[in-house]
């Protein structure tokens, strides 16, 4: 799920990609697409029989304050994976952000309740180590769709492994660890679905083909997280 929803970022495309999504796999790298479709459809009925109507309730019952309170605890509880990539991605700077980041909003922003940092200037950025081995070298290998998880890749699909190995509290024991686990993991999907219910519901009216939409989407958005933003200097038109 929370790979599906990665894809938000780059919502702002979505209603020029969807007048010009077609089912072509010229290029795509996309040699499972029967199966990927399938396990596709099967996500998304979940998701419009669960995590939707989660996402819609969420909304309205807590209040917008309190939603960016839980989204603000749970982008901090990030920090150590982020800042573990930084490092490896040789982006010292970024991971100085991230480092002041933590530290600031651990203690001013009262365990990361609230977004200090950002108020006194210190960006949020994410990484993770399907990004770090993107810029390692490795290559993203064939398209996939994994139930529940939603669009990845071989090398993303690693790169899960490899956060979840990072995250100190995959290892750290202590009275409720296991259901702090779930709470957060849950709590995860719910912010994210519900932060974006409109953004979804949009592509969702205005693409031709939703799967090749978000194959397309996920696509372009990972590739700007590797750049961290930057131009592609890559695939420039031969003019």
């Given at each position: 799920m929370k790979n599906i929803l990665s894809t938000i970022a780059a919502l702002s495309l979505a209603a020029g990609l969807s007048a010009c999504a077609t089912t072509d796999t010229s290029g795509q790298n996309d040699p499972y697409e029967q199966t990927n479709r399938q396990i596709f459809d099967l996500d998304q009925k979940l998701d419009h029989a669960v995590a939707r109507p989660v996402a819609v309730f969420y909304n309205h019952a807590v209040p917008q304050i309190a939603r960016d309170g839980i989204h603000n605890v749970l982008a901090n509880l990030d920090s150590p994976v982020i800042f573990a990539n930084d490092i490896l991605q040789g982006e010292t700077t970024r991971g100085g952000q991230t480092l002041g980041r933590t530290v600031v909003n651990s203690t001013l922003g009262l365990g990361g309740l609230v977004d200090f940092a950002a108020k006194i200037g210190i960006p949020a950025h994410d990484e993770d180590f399907g990004q770090t081995l993107a810029v390692w070298g490795a290559d993203e290998g064939p398209y996939l769709v994994l139930p529940l998880l939603g669009p990845s890749n071989p090398r993303d699909l690693v790169g899960m492994g490899g956060d979840t190995a990072m995250d100190p509290f995959t290892w750290a024991?202590?009275?409720?660890?296991?259901?702090?686990?779930?709470?957060?993991?849950?709590l995860g999907v719910i912010d994210l679905r519900a932060r974006n219910v409109d953004n979804l519901d949009q592509i969702e009216r205005t693409s031709v083909d939703l799967y090749a939409t978000t194959r397309s989407l996920y696509r372009q958005h990972r590739n700007a997280e590797i750049r961290n933003g930057a131009p592609d200097t890559e695939n420039l038109p031969n003019l």
């Open positions: 024991r202590f009275h409720g660890s296991r259901t702090f686990s779930f709470v957060r993991a849950g």
